[in-house]
């Protein structure tokens, strides 16, 4: 089945603690991101990747870290996490770097919480 | 501030009847929208789409509107069925830039919850 899995699903942890999401898809696509969702601010981009070693900054990339060594993992680093990382996490994939927002798939999402 | 806003946090409808939510978006250059579905625990799947050419497009019950010199979007749902109750979100990406198909930015979503 096609599909973009992350790891973990929900996360509690404490501030400075370093964590790292992972993401995979199996779908051999060039395109990752990392995107959050906040209240009333919808999807937010953090960080984006258009293949492997190519990694850039999204919107909100303050705090991330991010690093591409193969085509389908895509781990979300959070050095010093802090309470404003609070937040539900979402890893997406697309087939074609220079495609259109409809081919994005998207991970079920990662709940972290920092306290 | 916000480029991209869905002013209706909420929305409620009965089965049957047609469900209405808007967008609007303050950026000329936006090219391409596009609206999200998401249920509760899962990813935002993709719903349906138009390009800056076009003022409609169609895809079963669901029909997108673009209107450029309003910087608005709409997306109709009809019938509505329960099975549509969810977050809809819609996203812009702008025109041209070699990542510009994927730079989506995304309105604050809209809950709709459509009544048996």
């Known amino acids: 089945e096609a599909q973009v899995t992350q790891n973990p699903r929900y996360l509690i942890t404490v501030t400075g603690k370093k964590l790292t999401v992972t993401c995979s898809q199996n779908m051999n696509h060039e395109y990752m991101s990392w995107y959050r969702q906040d209240p009333g601010l919808g999807l937010r981009q953090i960080y984006y990747?258009?293949?492997?070693?190519?990694?850039d900054k999204g919107d909100v990339p303050e705090g991330y870290k991010v690093s591409r060594k193969e085509k389908r993992n895509f781990p979300l680093i959070l050095e010093s996490p802090s309470p404003n990382q609070t937040s539900l996490y979402f890893c997406a994939s697309s087939l074609w770097a220079r495609g259109q927002g409809d081919t994005q798939y998207f991970g079920p999402g990662t709940r972290l919480t920092v306290l | 501030d916000q480029q991209v806003k869905q002013n209706s946090p909420s929305l409620s409808v009965q089965e049957g009847r047609i469900s209405i939510l808007n967008c609007d978006y303050t950026?000329?250059?936006?090219?391409?929208f596009l609206w999200y579905k998401k249920y509760p625990a899962e990813g935002p799947t993709f719903l349906i789409s138009i390009s800056s050419i076009k003022d409609k497009n169609e895809d079963g019950r669901f029909t997108v509107f673009l209107n450029k010199s309003a910087k608005h979007l709409s997306l109709h749902i009809v019938p509505s069925q329960p099975g549509d109750s969810a977050v809809y979100f819609c996203a812009v990406a702008p025109r041209g830039g070699r990542n510009a198909g994927n730079m989506l930015t995304f309105g604050g979503g809209t809950r709709l919850m459509v009544k048996p």
């Open positions: 950026n000329s250059m936006f090219d391409y």
């Open positions: 990747s258009m293949n492997v070693e190519v990694t």
